[in-house]
């Protein structure tokens, strides 16, 4: 059985010499990794504002793997919600956020700008 003392004379024996650290360095370099990393203010506020846990944000993050749920090419850094609910829909892009913000989430309207976009392509 070791003393706490005894296993950090051991690790402060086995590791500088992978590392060229000062082994004090290398035993707080650990803890630091070890500790949860703190959620940045705006994230915070915007989780807040929409009622979700930064655990609820993660895991929809994840399911997306990252990307805007629209055009699954660019990062999800936006929190896309209904207006008339509230409830969060998704994460997505900037740009397709704005998109649906300027099309005020109209359905018809959207639908409209697809029409409109294929005639033109087609022309
Ligand atoms: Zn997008």
């Known amino acids: 059985m070791s003393s706490p003392r005894r296993t950090r004379y051991n690790f402060e024996l086995e590791f500088p010499e992978r590392t060229g650290l000062p082994p004090r360095l290398i035993v707080i370099l650990e803890a630091e990794e070890a500790?949860?990393?703190?959620?940045?203010?705006?994230?915070?506020?915007?989780?807040t504002k929409y009622g979700l846990t930064f655990e609820q944000y993660q895991e929809?993050?994840?399911?997306?793997?990252?990307?805007?749920?629209?055009?699954?090419?660019?990062?999800?850094?936006?929190?896309?919600?209904?207006?008339?609910?509230d409830v969060v829909r998704g994460l997505l892009c900037t740009s397709c956020n704005s998109m649906l913000g300027h099309a005020k989430d109209d359905i018809k309207?959207?639908?409209?700008?697809?029409?409109?976009?294929?005639?033109?392509?087609?022309?």
């Open 35 to 47: 500790r949860p990393k703190p959620v940045p203010p705006k994230l915070r506020a915007r989780l």
């Open 60 to 85: 929809m993050l994840d399911k997306q793997k990252g990307l805007c749920a629209i055009c699954r090419t660019a990062s999800a850094c936006a929190i896309d919600h209904c207006h008339q609910t």
């Open 109 to 123: 309207r959207l639908r409209a700008a697809i029409r409109y976009l294929a005639r033109s392509k087609d022309a």
